[in-house]
């Protein structure tokens, strides 16, 4: 069993940063392959960026390329994502969520979802 609790949202100004940060409990951390989603209101929930369990492999949707940066740090059982240059469109809901298995990019693939953390970019 993993427990996920995602933190560091919150309301910033376009062209601004914030670093989410997702806290894993459970055993079972630092062999699960890691996303973070978000879900805009009216929208299905979208894949961000997914890693890996070792941090050598990530992936990127096309719209956050070269502004999101998604890491881990396996000792702390933390995964983070790291993001600049928010635009308005990177308004929603960020769920973090693990994967007992290879890297993957479809939400069914995931095991366990954390609560959400709300971002809100204005303009």
């Known amino acids: 069993q993993v427990q996920l609790v995602e933190s560091g949202g919150g309301l910033v100004q376009a062209g601004g940063s914030l670093r989410l940060s997702c806290a894993a409990s459970g055993r079972t951390f630092s062999s699960s392959a890691m996303g973070w989603f978000r879900q805009a209101p009216g929208k299905e929930r979208e894949l961000v960026a997914c890693i890996s369990w070792s941090g050598g492999a990530t992936y990127y949707a096309d719209s956050v390329k070269s502004r999101f940066t998604i890491s881990r740090d396996n000792a702390k059982n933390t995964v983070y994502l790291q993001m600049n240059a928010l635009k308005p469109e990177d308004t929603a809901v960020y769920y973090c969520?693990?994967?007992?298995?290879?890297?993957?990019?479809?939400?069914?693939?995931?095991?366990?979802w954390g609560q959400g953390t709300q971002v809100t970019v204005s303009s």
């Open positions: 969520a693990a994967h007992r298995g290879v890297i993957a990019t479809q939400a069914y693939n995931y095991d366990y």
